[in-house]
C-alpha cells in the first residue's frame, strides 16, 4: 500500500493538513472570536488576518499518568493538624506564584491562559462567509457561449495520447488483423492442400517444379501473415470532448444606501459596514455575480465602488426614487430571463409618507415579480418609521424572498447579515 503525506508548509512551518484538522476541531471557538473581530473592526480593515485565542483548558488533551502505586506510610515532622489516618481536603482552585492556572496570578484581571495563533486572511474571510449563500439562485437560459462543459462525444480518429481509447483501439485493431490476415491464411491453406496433394501423387506422376512453386509460395505468404503489424495508427481512437453550453447562474446584486440627511455618519458607517460585508461575499465566492452601486436622497444615483462607500453627498428623502432607477436599470440591462436579480437596501426608514405607499407599490408590482431575493435593512435605534410598516406589507405577500431587520449598533452588521443570507434547506 502507498502512504501519501503531505508535508506542505504554512506560514508557521507547520504541516497544512494538520492546521486544517485544527481548524476544523476548534470551528466553534474560533468563529466566536471571528465574529467578535468583525463586530470590532472598522470598515477599512475588514479583509486582514485575526489573531484568535482560545482557552487552554478547551484544548487540553485527556492523558493517563502513573500514580505512585502501593502504600506508604510519610512521618510529616512538625505537623500539629493531622494524624495518621486523618483525610486530606482537596485543595481548591488556583495555580502559585509561577502558575497561570484558573485564579492565579495575573496583571490583566484574568485568571485563565488562552492558547493564541494568526488566521491568515483567506482563512480569516473563510470563517466570516462560512454557511452563506445567495438565496433561490437558479440556472437561467443559454446566454454565455463562454460558460461551457467539456464532455464526451463519441471517438475520433486524432487526439492526445491522454485521451486515447485502449479498449477501442485494441477492438480496431484486432478487426484490422482479421480483415488483413484471413485472405492470406485462405491462399496459405490452399497452397498447403495443393502440398499435400501434389506430394501424394505417385513418383512417376510427381511434378518437382510445382512442388517447389508451392513451397516457395507458403514460405512467401507465411510472412505476409507475419508481418501484418499487431496494431497500427490507422487503429487508434480518441475520446472526443466538446465543450457544451451550460444554463448561466449569473446574478447581479444591487446596493442600495440611503445618504439623506436625516441618515448620521454613524448610520452611514454601519450600513457601509454592512455593504462591505456583502460586496466581499459575493466577490469572494461566486464568479459571476455583477454588483451596481445606487445612492440615494432625493434623486438616485448609479455610481462606482468608490463613490458608494466615500462621497459625502447628502440631500432630502425620497426612497422610490432608487427602486425606479433599479427597475430601469433592469429593464436596460439584465433580463430576468438571463439573470438572478437581487436587492440589498439600507435605511435608516425614514421617508415621505406618501413616497413610502409610492414605495411599496413599486415593490410589489414591478420588482418583486422579477427578483430571487430582497433585503431591507434599517439602521435606527428608535421605532420603525412608515417605510417599514409599508414594507411589511410586501413581506406578506413575498415572505419567501423579501426579508427585513433592523440594526441598532454596529455590533449587529454581522448577526444581521448572516441571517439574511445563511444557507436553507432544499425548499425552504
Not at 12 to 26: E, G, I, P, T, W
Not at 97 to 102: D, F, L, M, S, V
Not at 135 to 153: F, I
Request: with cysteine; charged share 30%; glycine share 6%.
Amino acid at each position: 500500500m502507498t502512504y501519501f503525506i503531505d508535508r506542505r508548509a504554512n506560514a508557521k512551518h507547520k504541516s497544512a493538513v494538520n492546521r486544517q484538522r485544527f481548524l476544523d476541531r476548534y470551528r466553534t471557538h474560533i468563529k466566536r472570536s471571528v465574529e467578535e473581530a468583525v463586530n470590532r473592526r472598522s470598515i477599512t480593515d475588514m479583509e486582514r488576518g485575526e489573531k484568535v485565542s482560545i482557552p487552554s483548558r478547551d484544548i487540553s488533551e485527556p492523558v493517563f499518568q502513573h500514580g505512585p502505586g502501593g502504600k506508604r506510610s510519610i512521618v510529616a515532622p512538625g505537623n500539629k493538624e493531622f494524624t495518621e489516618g486523618d483525610r486530606l481536603r482537596r485543595p481548591g482552585g488556583g495555580g502559585g506564584a509561577g502558575g497561570a492556572g484558573e485564579g492565579g496570578a495575573s496583571d490583566q484581571g484574568e485568571g485563565m491562559d488562552e492558547f493564541a495563533f494568526t488566521l491568515s486572511r483567506e482563512e480569516f474571510l473563510d470563517f466570516v462567509f462560512d454557511g452563506l449563500e445567495l438565496p433561490h439562485l437558479e440556472r437561467k437560459a443559454l446566454v454565455d457561449l463562454d460558460e461551457v462543459r467539456p464532455v464526451r462525444a463519441g471517438l475520433s480518429r486524432d487526439g492526445v495520447p491522454a485521451r486515447i481509447n485502449i479498449v477501442r483501439s485494441m477492438r480496431e485493431a484486432h478487426a484490422r488483423r482479421i480483415a488483413m490476415r484471413a485472405p492470406i491464411r485462405r491462399a496459405l491453406r490452399e497452397a498447403r492442400e495443393a502440398l499435400e496433394i501434389e506430394e501424394r501423387k505417385d513418383p512417376v506422376l510427381r511434378n518437382p517444379s510445382r512442388i517447389r512453386e508451392l513451397e516457395a509460395e507458403i514460405v512467401r505468404l507465411e510472412k505476409r501473415l507475419e508481418s501484418v503489424p499487431f496494431i497500427d495508427t490507422f487503429d487508434l481512437r480518441y475520446n472526443n470532448v466538446i465543450n457544451q453550453p451550460q444554463p448561466s447562474s449569473k446574478a447581479v446584486m444591487f446596493c442600495v444606501m440611503d445618504v439623506s440627511g436625516s441618515m448620521t455618519q454613524a448610520h452611514k458607517d454601519i450600513a457601509k459596514r454592512f455593504f462591505l460585508l456583502l460586496y466581499l461575499f459575493l466577490e469572494r465566492s461566486y464568479e459571476k455575480v455583477e454588483l451596481v452601486f445606487v445612492r440615494h436622497h432625493t434623486a438616485a444615483k448609479e455610481v462606482d465602488e468608490e463613490e458608494f462607500f466615500y462621497s459625502r453627498e447628502t440631500g432630502g428623502t425620497i426612497v422610490s426614487s432608487a427602486l425606479t432607477l433599479v427597475d430601469e436599470i433592469i429593464a436596460k440591462r439584465y433580463p430576468p430571463g438571463q439573470w438572478n436579480l437581487y436587492v440589498a437596501q439600507a435605511s435608516d426608514g425614514d421617508n415621505w409618507d406618501d413616497d413610502s405607499v409610492a414605495c411599496r407599490e413599486l415593490l410589489i408590482k414591478k420588482l418583486m415579480p422579477r427578483l430571487q431575493y430582497f433585503t431591507y435593512v434599517e439602521i435606527t435605534p428608535h421605532a420603525h418609521q412608515a417605510l417599514w410598516e409599508e414594507y411589511e406589507t410586501v413581506a406578506a405577500e413575498f415572505s419567501a424572498r423579501f426579508a427585513m431587520r433592523q440594526i441598532v449598533e454596529a455590533g449587529d452588521v454581522y448577526s444581521v447579515f448572516r441571517e439574511l443570507f445563511k444557507r436553507r434547506a432544499v425548499g425552504g
